[in-house]
DNA sequence: TTGTATGCGTTATCAT
DNA sequence: ATGATAACGCATACAA
């Protein structure tokens, strides 16, 4: 296509009124022509729009149908992780006909206000909500007006709404389980943000798999990482200075074991001779690492496909419907992380 | 906060009329309270608008204001990349009091215009492209009703219009001057999808460094990889069955990288004894291989800093003014998967 | 500083 | 299937 001139100032878009004067017809017709319905002159209108350069107005259009079939996502940042999620949910919002209208807060309740703010302000037919654990105010606030939401995750505790979410905790004990079996007894837990439901069951799930089998929890082998590359970092490097020293670590969540893996490295501990390790998530990296990282992998595409599924339904519903709440179940990967201790000297 | 009720249905929000009434003002008045400007009796309204659970309408407004204070950042995909630059981006652009309307197309030219029409139909004050090359019909309509517009990383052909790129060709030289001056005379390149700006510069670069030695280039040195993970690995494939082998692979981009990495890996090619590797892109994974790969690091922090700050001159110029060009620079980041190539048997 | 009236571009309604 | 017109919720200009 040749480009060969170009407005030197922003110019005003033509309206509908103006392609339906160039047609020669009524702006009501002008408007069902361009929603799809069967109208005489098709092609007058169409040329009309062409030589206008006209594009439709969806705030306008929105301010009277009351509806924007526009889903709102809140997601605290583009992570591999919801990043993978936010490409299958808007794929599948758009199937359905929906646009995903994608915001990211920070940590402070306030970014948190404005982000929800701005997609109620764009009226989203629904909002579709990730890793949100703590409460606030201006969502519980949208909550109360009946907006139609879904969790991934995690949600607010005591909110009866729709959501979506993994097995946290078996799939922690059977994971554990393997590393018992294989003959560690001393293992390290890096912990993500405790409060934090899938954090919380995380840890459930570590300590219930050595109650089942008779073992000790020793607190020392329990850091705090917070979720987070560096404090993942230092969290490991307070578990590699307990004595007696874990012979395996797992990591509740893929950031935290990139910290992980970096303080491994810089104390020259090899993986698997030195230590075993088992992370939460599968990122590409934990596959192409010598040797590939055993995990446990969240299913992405699922979780993505349900959260979606569950809102549309609860739009497409025409009554109230009872909160549905969908578990996903995890999988293990076994890779090379992990291999019996090394024998006590 | 105690979440205690829930409307049974999605209730209308209440107007800026209904707020006016229950603070028994005008609703001129509530529109300036809304906006910051003083008035006589705020705590009315503030009381009213927390009482009905008053949101703003922000589609009401910018019909009538022409301003969404919203720019529209247009994005193949959310990968690392990209996920980077819009984090930057949308936070430059909230400091400056616009929000970020994030969008992702597919490969169609259908799909990208069904994108742009989005942006376009909800009024964005301006456009952020990325990694955009190809021509499109919508976008070009766009761009010739003189919506403020800025590309990073490529832009149309003969589109007089802001953009942010990195300098790739030189750098790629002395990229690859680098595995030259180590000993290396048969270097293979996974290149990107041809046509595509950046990647022609890359190659460009890779052939310089060739007729700058004084070497051969050899058309079975130069691999298509299009730039995806897939074609990366059946690339470096076709790379290890050319004979003679190459001694050092460069790799275009971060994804075709990884397919790279597991090629060698499935054959047992060990880097850097068996091969030199260096990569377009600098990402978590490449710093934590074992040896870390040497790398040509995009600055994503700029890029997004610039774009946003090129944008956000263009919104507020007054008049008409010059499409700008801003080319940054690339750093090469030397790690371990680059050593000079094993005496010839 | 305040209230009133008008305009924004579209969809919905209803009579034709 | 079409045209005319009301309605949507807000910002803005203007008069007070």
């Known amino acids: 296509m040749e480009v060969t001139s170009r407005a030197k100032k922003p110019s005003r878009s033509a309206t509908i009124v103006e392609v339906a004067t160039a047609a020669n017809v009524s702006i009501g017709t002008v408007s069902r022509y361009i929603n799809g319905l069967s109208v005489r002159k098709p092609e007058q209108i169409r040329a009309a729009i062409e030589e206008l350069g006209y594009f439709r107005n969806a705030l306008a259009g929105s301010i009277r149908s009351r509806a924007t079939k526009t889903v709102g996502i809140l997601v605290p940042n583009f992570d591999e992780f919801h990043a993978r999620i936010l490409a299958g949910t808007a794929n599948h919002l758009r199937q359905a006909g929906y646009s995903a209208l994608t915001v990211t807060y920070a940590d402070t309740a306030n970014s948190l206000s404005e982000a929800v703010d701005f997609l109620v302000g764009h009226r989203v037919d629904g909002l579709i909500v ?123 969540n893929y950031q935290m074991t990139i910290g992980v893996l970096q303080l491994l490295r810089e104390r020259n501990i090899r993986i698997p001779d030195d230590i075993s390790l088992i992370s939460f998530d599968d990122v590409d990296l934990f596959a192409l690492l010598d040797p590939g990282i055993t995990v446990i992998a969240q299913p992405l595409a699922d979780i993505a496909k349900e959260v979606t599924r569950v809102m549309l339904e609860r739009l497409s519903a025409q009554q109230m419907v009872p909160p549905v709440s969908v578990r996903l179940d995890c999988n293990i990967v076994l890779r090379g992380s992990t291999r019996p201790p090394k024998k006590a000297d």
């Not at 907006?147 to 994971?175: I, K, L």
């Not at 837990?189 to 073992?215: C, F, K, S």
Request: glycine share 10%.
């Open 130 to 252: 990730g890793n949100l654990s703590a409460e606030n105010k201006s969502l519980a606030k949208v909550f109360q007006t009946g907006m139609p939401m879904a969790f991934y995750n995690t949600h607010p505790d005591g909110w009866s709404v729709d959501r979506v979410e993994v097995e946290n905790c078996d799939v922690t004990t059977r994971a554990m389980e393997h590393l018992i079996d294989i003959g560690h007894t001393h293992i390290g837990i890096v912990t993500g943000t405790i409060g934090q439901r899938p954090h919380d069951e995380r840890l459930r799930g570590y300590r219930n798999a050595h109650i089942n089998a008779g073992l000790p929890i020793d607190p020392a082998l329990q850091q705090p990482g917070n979720g987070t590359r560096r404090e993942g970092y230092e969290a490991a490097n307070r578990l590699m200075s307990a004595s007696p020293q874990p012979t395996a670590i797992f990591s509740s």
